[in-house]
């Protein structure tokens, strides 16, 4: 049984207290929640339902608890249930109850964990969007991670959801990639406000094996080269270090698309319509002071340039009428100061920023061996890049770390601690579980031992009790995975993948599973292998959410 069967249960015996007693059925709600008790001893869940109805239907919250307490003891599954303080419900279920979830999981297979808690929720979710001047840097590597696992979480939990790498591929930083590009070929230094590293020196070289005669072009002529051709090694690089880091994306939108479609003027004209615009000084401006940002923010300069800001507004736009309802944008920390504008911006259009649009903050992450932060990179020169973050810990253990923590905190990142094998290293910690749970797999298919047909399963067996608190942690994870997409916080499932694999760890210590020697095999043993299946099921499952795969040996 899991929490939200039993919570419809708990329901169930509601209405019936309510319809023998004369009460207000309409007075209950459509759904129920139970939790788990901090103390175990409480029993397996708890409901707060008497308290919440008591006031309502003019009864006694221990009254009523005590009705609830009769009309759910009867119901299949549940053991007993106490009355605690004014009115709690500490609900026990009993073996047969729990331990069918075992069936249930391995049944149900990658499904398991998923909900429609989101359903009906289209979100764009836009993450990474480093400018094309140059590779991506520690801080995009952990909205990487982080952002991939969100996409998975919403998905799990039944929302629509296009994934979206915005690059800026238009404006001055451009134009400061270029003619540090052209530079490089002439053999002569960055410009002072241009970009450095070997990377550059490598791009203009493949610039110039594709076109050998650009530096017998005039300077625009040339400039411009390497402007496209620059910027399209540079996007093509950045996209082929995010696949291999396991980050794909739906689609890679161009700003400078939007100017070429003419999306800023017609972003404009729809701001104009809504009131919002007026001119000053020669240059276009919108006035977002009226919905709480502390200033007004230019669009169009008084020399005709579009600003970043009119580019934003467009793409909002283009993102609401390709129909998301939800626009979730993840910056970085030094963009904090985006948040006010961004939001005055959804207001002009008429739209509600609180529902139509959601900004995440990250902080910042460092990469520490031996005590001491890395901070060049060998190829990028001033920053560590995505590569040199897979170089020092593998795919798996780099993203586990970076979606392990609350995107808002800043963290260190040892090396030393993620890439030992040992318990103290958590990816290795949980992933361990997978590999032991799949040997135990492949030990009982040595010895003849099987799980045998469904039907045949007798989970009352599972009665002891580092079994019964594994059950509970198993039962647990869908209502996980909903939290986690609603509260936008992957690191959630980090920590229950942890939590999980500590209580297999103790199930495995006292709980054997395999037959010794000659020893017949036994229906407990059967029973055993199915919880055994179910907790690599849910360990393979949470791992794919963070973008981790589950080995089946170390």
């Known amino acids: 049984m899991t929490p939200a069967d039993l919570a419809a249960t708990v329901l169930t015996a509601a209405r019936a207290v309510f319809v023998t007693r004369g009460l207000d059925v309409s007075l209950l709600p459509e759904t129920t929640t139970v939790e788990r ?3 175990p001893e409480h029993g397996d869940y708890a409901s707060t339902m008497a308290m919440q109805l008591a006031k309502k239907a003019g009864v006694a919250p221990r009254e ?23 009115g709690f419900l500490n609900i026990r279920l009993d073996a047969a109850a729990a331990g069918v979830l075992a069936r249930d999981v391995v049944l149900a297979g990658e499904e398991y964990g998923r909900t429609d808690r989101l359903a009906g929720q289209r979100i764009n979710l836009e993450f990474v969007s480093a400018n094309p001047t140059g590779p991506v840097h520690i801080g995009g590597v952990r909205w990487a991670a982080v952002g991939d696992a969100l996409s998975r979480l919403l998905r799990a939990a039944g929302a629509s959801v296009g994934t979206e790498y915005y690059f800026n591929d238009a404006g001055s930083q451009i134009d400061r990639f270029a003619k540090s590009l052209y530079a490089a070929a002439k053999g002569e230094p960055a410009p002072e406000d241009g970009y450095g590293g070997a990377y550059i020196a490598e791009i203009a070289t493949a610039v110039l094996a594709g076109a050998p005669e650009t530096l ?3 300077e625009a002529e040339a400039l411009e080269v390497f402007r ?16 291999e880091f396991g980050v794909h994306f739906d689609t890679y939108f161009n700003e400078k698309d939007l100017h070429d479609r003419g999306e800023l003027q017609e972003a404009l004209d729809r701001l104009r319509e809504q009131g919002h615009i007026f001119e000053l000084d020669g240059a276009t401006w919108l006035r977002t002071t009226d919905f709480g940002d502390d200033k007004d923010r230019v669009l169009r300069k008084s020399d005709g340039d579009w600003t970043y800001f009119a580019a934003d507004c467009a793409y909002y736009l283009d993102k609401r009428k390709r129909g998301f309802d939800r626009i979730v944008i993840m910056l970085g920390a030094d963009h904090h100061g985006y948040l006010g504008r961004m939001k005055a911006m959804v207001a002009c259009f008429g739209d509600d920023p609180e529902t139509n649009l959601e900004i995440l903050i990250g902080q910042l992450v460092n990469l520490v061996r031996d005590g001491e932060p890395l901070r060049m990179s060998k190829r990028a020169g001033t920053v560590i890049t995505l590569e040199d973050f897979v170089d020092a810990l593998g795919v798996d253990a780099a993203r586990y770390a970076l979606a392990r923590y609350s995107s808002d905190s800043q963290i260190d990142i040892d090396i030393a601690q ?3 094998a040992s318990n103290d290293n958590p990816v290795h910690y949980v992933r361990y579980v997978a590999a032991r749970t799949a040997g135990v797999n492949r030990q009982a298919a040595d010895v003849g031992l099987t799980r045998g047909e469904p039907d045949d399963f007798r989970p009352e ?3 002891h009790e580092k079994e019964h608190s594994l059950l509970k942690r198993l039962a647990s994870y869908p209502d996980e995975v909903a939290v986690a997409a609603e509260l936008r ?11 999980l694999a500590a209580d297999y760890h103790r199930f495995y210590d006292q709980c054997r599973v395999l037959p010794v020697g000659d020893e017949p095999i036994t229906d407990l043993q059967r029973a055993r292998l199915w919880l055994n299946d179910a907790t690599r099921t849910v360990i393979v499952n949470g791992l794919a959410l963070l973008g981790v795969t589950a080995p089946e040996r170390m």
């Open 418 to 420: 993620w890439t030992r």
């Open 461 to 463: 067996l599972l009665s």
């Open 37 to 39: 008790p901090r103390n």
């Open 64 to 86: 009523l608890a005590a009705a609830l307490a009769d009309e759910l003891s009867s119901r299949p599954g549940v053991k007993s249930v106490e009355i605690a303080g004014p």
């Open 216 to 218: 017998k072009l005039g």
């Open 228 to 243: 496209v051709e620059g910027v399209r090694l540079m996007f093509a690089e950045i996209r082929q270090s995010l696949d």
């Open 489 to 499: 916080q992957p690191h959630k499932i980090a920590h229950y993948l942890e939590k």
